[in-house]
């Protein structure tokens, strides 16, 4: 592909389809949880829909795997819109303006991971979310020229999990923000129970709450576990997911009652082993060879979440109860204010 082309990610994989079958949620009704996000979104649909007007641009905040990119086509279901999908680190200007000038009335432009777009990509969208105008220069150097579009009016969703990494300007012209917090286990245990008729999987409710407390509170996460275990149990037994099958599949995949693996024992291991219970993320992610964005974005959040671990000035802290959950004798030195 030429890279003057749209980039059209709407046919990319969906990653349900390793069931074969979508799971996907597509309307407010069937999104579980997020009760407070969803009646926001609601009232702010109906109204725009009242009045035949394009939905303000929506920005959704949240951990990976919590639902950012299942509501964003919901809201593009509920207002009967079309989807177009993108990502943000690799949108050029070019690829930015044929996107947006190919946009319909009331569409939807979905970009993920938003806070990774560059700078002057950023800002040409400025215009276009205030006055829907874009300005486009045509030709270089002295024989160039600005030519100002006008678009239809559209909604710009955007999906990050670092929010702090926006320019301000940019977070301002979103009029609507929504923060997923991660579920509760009675939630992610629903999602279970449905995803588990759906897919024809025989199993105990006492085997959904085991897989639900397992989840991280992340919807993904429970998607995955469940694929896992049905994996396990039609291998290994008759295909039911009895909570003993469960447990013996959890232990095989090496998950434990918290929902954490190895690499997240290994996490701590270092952090308390090598650094003494206190490091930057840069040592950290040099000590475990892992990307500072994967830990920051994706490990970190829960291990803040559960208690294990305190983002200081002086560092990544572990906690006493980190100390204590993966066996360390607890010393004084895991106080934050040494
Ligand atoms: P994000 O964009 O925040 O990383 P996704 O929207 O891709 O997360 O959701 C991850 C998975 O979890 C998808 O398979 C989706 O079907 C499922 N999911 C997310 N939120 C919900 C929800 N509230 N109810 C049911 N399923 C959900």
Redesign the pocket.
């Known amino acids: 592909m030429d890279h003057h082309e749209i980039p059209d990610f709407s046919e990319m994989q969906d990653?349900?389809d390793a069931f074969g079958y979508s799971?996907?949620?597509e309307t407010l009704s069937?999104?579980?949880?997020?009760e407070q996000a969803k009646e926001q979104l609601r009232i702010h649909i109906e109204a725009a829909k009242k009045r035949g007007d394009a939905l303000e641009h929506v920005l959704?905040v949240?951990p990976?795997?919590?639902?950012?990119?299942?509501?964003a086509k919901i809201i593009s279901n509920e207002i009967q819109s079309n989807f177009k999908q993108a990502i943000g680190p690799v949108m050029e200007r070019l690829d930015l303006a044929s996107t947006l000038t190919n946009l319909e009335h009331t569409d939807i432009l979905f970009i993920?991971e938003i806070h990774g777009m560059k700078g002057h990509v950023q800002e040409s969208l400025y215009p276009a979310m205030e006055d829907y105008q874009l300005d486009l220069t045509l030709g270089q150097g002295p024989a160039s020229d600005v030519v100002q579009l006008q678009l239809k009016p559209f909604t710009l969703v955007g999906?990050t999990t670092r929010e702090g990494l926006l320019a301000g300007p940019f977070r301002d012209r979103f009029g609507i923000r929504i923060h997923?917090d991660y579920?509760e286990a009675e939630?992610l245990q629903q999602?279970i129970r449905?995803n588990s008729a759906k897919l024809d999987i025989n199993i105990e409710e006492t085997a959904e709450y085991a897989l639900a407390r397992r989840s991280r509170g992340t919807?993904?996460i429970?998607?995955k576990l469940l694929a896992n275990v049905r994996d396990y149990a039609q291998v290994k037994g008759d295909g039911t997911l009895s909570l003993e099958v469960v447990e013996e599949a959890l232990e095989f995949f090496g998950i434990d009652e918290r929902g954490l693996n190895a690499q997240d024992s290994a996490y701590f291991q270092t952090l308390i082993e090598k650094f003494n219970g206190r490091a930057g993320l840069k040592a950290l992610a040099v000590a475990l060879s892992e990307d500072e964005r994967t830990i920051a974005e994706v490990y970190e959040p829960y291990y803040i979440k559960e208690g294990f671990l305190a983002l200081t000035p002086g560092g990544r802290v572990a906690t006493d109860a980190a100390y204590a959950y993966f066996d360390y004798p607890v010393a004084s030195q895991t106080s934050l204010f040494h």
Do not use: H, V, W
């Open positions: 990653e349900d799971l996907r949620p069937e999104f579980i949880g997020q959704l949240s990976p795997g919590l639902g950012k990119t299942t509501l993920d999906a997923l579920y939630d999602a449905i919807m993904r429970a998607n």
